[in-house]
T-cell receptor
Framework: GQNIDQPTEMTATEGAIVQINCTYQ??????LFWYQQHAGEAPTFLSY????GLEEKGRFSSFLSRSKGYSYLLLKELQMKDSASYLC??????????FGAGTILRVKS | DVKVTQSSRYLVKRTGEKVFLECVQD?????MFWYRQDPGLGLRLIYF???????EKGDIPEGYSVSREKKERFSLILESASTNQTSMYLC???????????????FGSGTRLTVV
């Protein structure tokens, strides 16, 4: 079966660092994606990990451990505009993305 | 600017109506997908297509059908709309995996459907 877990909500302060965790159990694995979705808008691509380790892209980093079925998204120097939902998704074989329920991040000043 | 376009941003339909949601992409992508998004449940896959005239059921296909007559267009059909189909519907497209690396999806802006 498919199971992707991430926290429902998180709150952090502007300028701080926040880590959003994601654990998964899926029937296949061809990579893990993180998407950002602002309210009322389409999800937009943030990162992709297929090998273990850390991928860094500006203020955002994503980590993957395939043996543990675990990933996290790290956001540094938080800005108010980072308030959004963050979606963890696993690519199963056949190019199908399976999504977690998403984490709502609230950034306060 | 490449994009996925969904024909309607908001729709209100009556129970029992046949509803068509249209999605067009201009990126020449082979793969297209329909998801619905509900609070606390995330995105759930309804149907997908890897090629013209080809369709596969996703995780929640009941009450839906799809049509892909042209590569750039993927339509979602609600045969007889019901109130439990009130949701945000998201269309996405992607390229096939290349050299073992998956291709990310490009999403449309979504159609918020209300069935009354």
């Amino acid at each position: 079966g498919q199971n992707i877990d991430q926290p429902t909500e998180m709150t952090a302060t502007e300028g701080a660092i926040v880590q959003i965790n994601c654990t998964y159990q899926t029937s296949g694995f061809n990579g893990l994606f993180w998407y950002q979705q602002h309210a009322g808008e389409a999800p937009t691509f943030l990162s992709y990990n297929v090998l273990d380790g850390l991928e860094e892209k500006g203020r955002f980093s994503s980590f993957l451990s395939r043996s543990k079925g675990y990933s996290y998204l790290l956001l540094k120097e938080l800005q108010m505009k980072d308030s959004a939902s963050y979606l963890c998704a696993v690519m199963e074989y056949g190019n199908k993305l399976v999504f977690g329920a998403g984490t709502i991040l609230r950034v306060k000043s | 600017d490449v994009k996925v376009t969904q024909s309607s941003r908001y729709l209100v339909k009556r129970t029992g109506e046949k509803v068509f949601l249209e999605c067009v992409q201009d990126m020449d992508h082979e793969n297209m997908f329909w998801y619905r998004q509900d609070p606390g449940l995330g995105l759930r896959l309804i149907y997908f297509s890897y090629d013209v005239k080809m369709k596969e059921k996703g995780d929640i296909p009941e009450g839906y059908s799809v049509s892909r007559e042209k590569k750039e267009r993927f339509s979602l059909i609600l045969e007889s709309a019901s109130t439990n189909q009130t949701s945000m519907y998201l269309c996405a497209s992607s390229l096939p995996p290349l050299r073992g690396r998956a291709s990310g999806y490009t999403f449309g802006s979504g159609t918020r459907l209300t069935v009354v």
